[in-house]
C-alpha cells in the first residue's frame, strides 16, 4: 500500500496557521509499520485538488487521507471534487448524516450547514466525536475529514487501526561510511525493487561520508544484501560504522 496525505489549506501555505496532520499520520502508520509514501500542502483550488486526486486515483495501491475542505463555507471544495474524481458522479444526499446534523443545529441547520450532507454516493461516514459532524471514506482507500487537529485525529486513527493495522514487520540496517555515494552506486544497482534503498550523503571534515540504509520485510534477503556492502567497504578499506 503508498499511503498518502493531502493537506488542503491555503491557510497554512500563507502561513496563518501550521500544520498538525503530516507528522501525526507518520507517527500513527509507523505504529504498524507503513510509512508514508508521499505528502501534499496545497490550495483551496478546484483544479490543483483535482489534479491531485486524480493522480493519487491512478495509484492502484494508493491509501489516501485527505484533510480539510469537507465544511459548508464557498472555499468547501473537497466532497464535489471528490465525488467527481472517484465516483463520476454530483454530490447526493446522504439522509443519516442529514438527520445529525438536524440533529445537532435544528433551525440552524439552514441554509448552509445541511449542504455538508450533500456527499459522493456510496460513502462510509466516519465518526466525529467532537460534535457528529461526520467525515467519509470511499472503497475504504480514500479517506476525507475535516482540517481540524480535534475532529480530523480520532477519525483517522480509527480508520487506521481498522484497516491497516495488519502489517508485516520490516527490517532495516544501516551504516556510516566515510566515502562517497560514488563509490557504492554499483552495488546499489543490484539491489532488487523490493528493497528499500535509502542513500544520505554528507560532508564532515571537508570529506566525503555516506548513511546507506536497506530496509524490507524478507530480513534473510536484506541481510545478504547489507553484507554484500560491508565486504565492499572491507575490501576498499573503507572505514564504516553500524548503526
Known sequence: MNFYVVIIGTEILNGRRQDKHFEFVKNKLAKYNHELFASFVIKDDV?????????IKADKEAVMFSFGGI???P???TREIAAKVFRNSPLITHEKF????????????YPHRIRMADLPPDVELLFNPVNNMSGFSLDRRFFFVPGFPSMAHPMITEAIEKHFS???KKYRYTLFAKTSEESLISLMQQLPKNIELSSLPMFIDGKPNVELSLSGENKEEIEHYFELFKKELQNKKIDYNLK
Not at 483544479?47 to 493522480?55: F, G, V
Not at 442529514?98 to 441547520?109: C, E, M, R, V, Y
Open 75 to 77: 472555499d468547501d471544495l
Open 166 to 168: 495488519n502489517s508485516k
Open 71 to 73: 465544511g459548508s463555507t
Open 47 to 55: 483544479e490543483l485538488i483535482t489534479r491531485t486526486y486524480e493522480m
Open 98 to 109: 442529514k438527520k445529525d446534523i438536524i440533529k445537532q443545529f435544528g433551525d440552524g441547520a
